[in-house]
């Protein structure tokens, strides 16, 4: 069974910048969140989405948003990019059990 | 903000030794988890122990939680090259039917040497 996808794997974006992020749960995973992951730093919770519907959300700015599909795969957004967005941005799918699913991250540069 | 906190923040033993690494954290918890992150990769769930036990093992891992203490240890027995990594701890945000979301510590880097 395929487990977590992302996409990219890697990018770089100028400042001012925005980018996509996609991601693709393990299938019958309804729940996907984001986490972002400074060097050096634990993950940090972003959101978390549960039937198409955003269920969580971290302490980032606005310039973050998120969705997820009717195949429970879903995006992350980050506009106006600044040099502090610099870090592997993780998506998790997970059942209720309380594990979570990690795919291999984007790591996203910004110059 | 962080919930766990790791210790030592970083640790380097010979092959074959066992490997300990601690974790406090700040709130009552339902349960408490530990990952493992192969450099620049994604996170590996390795085990999780709930409020209500004492101690768990799998494998080569044996974790103790002390809810009196807000305290975790992860020990690695009989270590190998293989288990260089990055290990955290993790404390649930939010748990319900619609999945769970995790606050992690900072980490405790692992490198085993042969």
């Known amino acids: 069974d395929a487990g977590v996808t992302q996409s990219p794997t890697h990018l770089i974006k100028t400042r001012g910048q925005q980018v996509t992020l996609r991601c693709s749960p393990i299938?019958?995973?309804?729940?996907v969140s984001w986490y972002q992951q400074v060097l050096g730093q634990g993950p940090q919770f972003i959101f978390q989405?549960?039937?198409?519907?955003?269920?969580g959300r971290g302490n980032f700015p606005d310039r973050f948003s998120a969705r997820q599909f009717p195949n429970y795969s879903s995006e992350l957004n980050v506009n106006a990019l600044l040099l502090g967005d610099s870090a592997l941005y993780l998506c998790a799918s997970s059942l209720h059990t309380g594990e979570l699913f990690f795919g291999e991250g984007s790591r996203l540069t910004v110059l | 903000s962080q919930q766990g906190e790791e210790d030592p923040q970083a640790l380097s033993i010979q092959e074959g030794e066992n490997a300990t690494m601690n974790c406090s954290y700040k709130t009552s918890i339902n349960n408490l988890q530990w990952y493992r992150q192969n450099s620049g990769r994604g996170l590996v769930h390795l085990i999780l122990i709930r409020s209500n036990e004492r101690e768990k093992h799998s494998g080569r891992l044996r974790v103790t939680l002390d809810t009196s203490k807000k305290s975790s240890s992860l020990l690695i027995t009989a270590s190998r090259a293989a288990d260089t990594a990055s290990y955290f701890c993790a404390t649930e945000l939010s748990a319900n039917q619609a999945g769970t979301a995790l606050i992690f510590g900072k980490g405790t880097t692992l490198s085993v040497s042969s």
């Open positions: 989405y549960y039937e198409k519907e955003e269920r």
């Open positions: 299938s019958g995973h309804k729940s």
